[in-house]
């Protein structure tokens, strides 16, 4: 038996908020950039600035352009698999197993497919300089991290800058496992044995599982269509390493 004490002869719904939209990548990735626009305008010191010649000694850094690197990349690796798919088709390979190469000379397919994977090669180098540099930046500028939420989890200091993502290498969780100061987790590195000087730090050990995260993604890039896979690096910034 439930006996209820003063309640209202009424019932009265409860009154919630409605739920929160889940963060997305374009709510946050205009952050900590600078629009081409800005560039335009006179005045401005930083409009002869290029990531081949910044001034690490420099505190009045500015922020890089943005750019969508992964819609560029995704462009590009959709040209490339289409030619690949189309120049290693059966019929294609039956004519090289046949010696018959002459129609190569001729294919429009190869002359696109070297023009797309040369871009390609040039987007990873300028993908690499970015990433150093907004590394650079965030050391430098100090940016309060970001709270993503559902986006990449809750844990490592993430960072949006220049159109490109972040993450502090740190904080990981494997198999259940948490990697974390917190967890005080210490793992013993192989051929050191048990000794008190011997095992691996969290920081080592988040380093290589950021580099395993991207040799994972640079395995599936450039394999199948329609599927886009973001261009990845890491960088060593002092010791400190981030995953962009």
Not at 195 to 203: C, F, I, K
Request: aromatic share 8%; hydrophobic share 40%; glycine share 6%.
């Amino acid at each position: 038996m439930c006996i209820t004490v003063n309640a209202p002869k009424q019932y009265i719904p409860a009154i919630l908020r409605d739920p929160l939209d889940d963060i997305k990548i374009a709510d946050v990735r205009l952050l900590n950039s600078r629009d081409k626009a800005d560039l335009q305008k006179g005045g401005d010191p930083s409009t002869n600035f290029t990531l081949d010649s910044f001034d690490v000694d420099l505190d009045k850094l500015p922020w890089p352009v943005y750019r969508d690197w992964t819609a560029e990349a995704a462009y590009l690796s959709q040209i490339i698999v289409n030619d690949k798919s189309t120049l290693l088709s059966d019929e294609q390979q039956f004519y090289m197993q046949q010696g018959i190469t002459s129609w190569l000379h001729q294919s429009a397919e190869l002359a696109e497919l070297t023009e797309a994977e040369a871009a390609y090669r040039k987007l990873c180098e300028d993908f690499r300089k970015a990433s150093l540099y907004a590394v650079h930046l965030i050391v430098k500028k100090n940016p309060t991290p970001l709270n993503l939420f559902n986006l990449y989890g809750d844990d490592g200091d993430k960072f949006v800058v220049g159109g490109i993502l972040v993450r502090r290498a740190k904080d990981w969780m494997v198999c259940g496992q948490p990697f974390t100061e917190a967890a005080k987790l210490h793992t013993t590195a192989i051929g050191q044995g048990n000794t008190d000087s011997g095992g691996s730090n969290l920081s080592e050990i988040s380093g290589k599982v950021a580099s395993l995260d991207v040799r994972n993604m640079a395995i599936m890039r450039n394999r199948l269509p329609r599927l886009v896979v973001p261009l990845a690096a890491i960088v060593d910034y002092y010791g400190l390493k981030f995953e962009c």
